[in-house]
């Protein structure tokens, strides 16, 4: 199964910018779905973002045009750009994968693999 390590998070102003990274342990043949979920404490897990694997993204309503998701397939790499973030995007960000799945999905129950997360703090 495939391994995803995220980094980046951190604590920032409201107004700032954060890149996520989420590093994945083995090159994905397409087809894949691969997306970004975050959940606050005593919240669902929320899905932000979506790609598959012809590079086209979805996003949730409440992050649409302030998270970026890109894609580097010759360094295994994802990265999620936080642009004027807001209190309420306080969470904890994980990277999820479904290899050999043509399509983007913000439901988790749609995925496979699953990182350990990395810590989002925004102050008002």
């Known amino acids: 199964q495939v391994q995803l390590v995220e980094s980046g998070g951190g604590s920032v102003q409201a107004g700032g910018s954060l890149r996520l990274s989420c590093l994945v342990s083995?090159?994905?043949?397409?087809?894949?779905?691969m997306g970004w979920f975050r959940q606050a404490p005593g919240k669902e897990r929320e899905g932000v973002a979506s790609?598959?694997?012809?590079?086209?993204?979805l996003y949730g309503d409440s992050v649409r045009g302030r998270f970026t998701f890109s894609q580097d397939n010759a360094k295994n790499t994802l990265w999620l750009q936080i642009d004027s973030l807001k209190p309420e995007d306080s969470a904890m960000y994980y990277c999820?994968?479904?290899?050999?799945?043509?399509?983007?999905?913000?439901?988790?129950?749609?995925?496979?693999?699953w990182g350990q997360g990395t810590q989002v703090t925004v102050s008002s």
């Open positions: 083995e090159y994905i043949r397409s087809p894949y779905q």
């Open positions: 999820a994968a479904r290899p050999g799945y043509f399509g983007y999905s913000l439901n988790p129950d749609r995925y496979t693999s």
């Open positions: 790609i598959r694997s012809d590079g086209t993204t």
